[in-house]
């Protein structure tokens, strides 16, 4: 089974610039998560689909960032501009249906904001 | 608030030793609990969960962890330590919220640290 498949893995900006991020969920998995993880810190719930529709943003900047799920499968993450402390690993992860079943998490993106 | 806590920033334990990683939780109603490990320049991967029925949880690796509702704790053990399970490890809980739904909230994290 072929797991969460995110890309950039890498990406350097300097502040004010725009960047995007992609992520593939596991097939048949009906929810998707975006995680921003700073470094030394805990992953933080940027934002939650269920399907193509967004069940929680409430940790969301939506002044600069913004997401979307197109058809209910991939998923992007554009932040426009970024800033300095937007410097951190954005983690994507899927979950199929169920109230036991686990998170699966991609790789991620290691975002540089210099 | 609902919340995950992890104590400890830092495990240190010689290998072959046992090893703790400390977990606590605050949410309303049953809990679900998971444990995942993070290796340098990796994503987070599965290592168990609690859902319901027996308090002691086995997972991958090796790794077991017991539930405790009185402590509200589900701290993360193993046996015998290798220099190999030296990673971040996360706590997580999921925690409900509006329209049926619910959300995963982690933990800051403990940094295992196993030497030989």
């Known amino acids: 089974e072929a797991g969460v498949a995110q890309s950039p893995r890498y990406k350097i900006i300097e502040k004010r610039q725009s960047v995007a991020f992609w992520c593939n969920p596991i097939?048949?998995?009906?929810?998707l998560y975006w995680y921003q993880q700073i470094l030394g810190q805990g992953p933080k719930l940027l934002i939650q689909f269920q399907n193509n529709g967004v069940v929680d943003d409430s940790q969301l900047p939506k002044d600069r960032f913004s997401a979307e799920r197109l058809k209910g499968v991939d998923s992007t993450l554009k932040i426009q501009p970024a800033k300095l402390e937007d410097s951190a690993v954005y983690l994507c992860a899927s979950r199929e249906q169920g109230q036991s079943s686990e998170a699966f998490f991609g790789q991620g993106t290691r975002l540089t904001v210099v | 608030a609902q919340s995950v806590a992890q104590p400890e920033d830092q495990v240190n334990v010689a290998e072959g030793n046992p090893l703790t990683v400390k977990c606590t939780y605050s949410v309303s109603g049953n809990p679900y609990l998971f444990w995942y490990v993070q290796y340098p320049n990796r994503g987070l991967q599965f290592l168990l969960k609690y859902i319901t029925g027996d308090n002691l949880v086995k997972g991958s690796y090796g790794f077991e962890a017991e539930f405790n509702k009185s402590q509200t704790s589900f701290h993360l053990k193993k046996p015998s330590a290798l220099v190999s399970d030296s990673a971040l490890y996360f706590c997580?809980?999921?925690?409900?919220?509006?329209?049926?739904?619910?959300?995963?909230?982690f933990g800051a994290g403990t940094r295992l640290a196993v030497h030989p």
């Open positions: 997580a809980v999921r925690v409900p919220i509006s329209g049926g739904y619910n959300k995963l909230i």
């Open positions: 097939s048949g998995h009906a929810t």
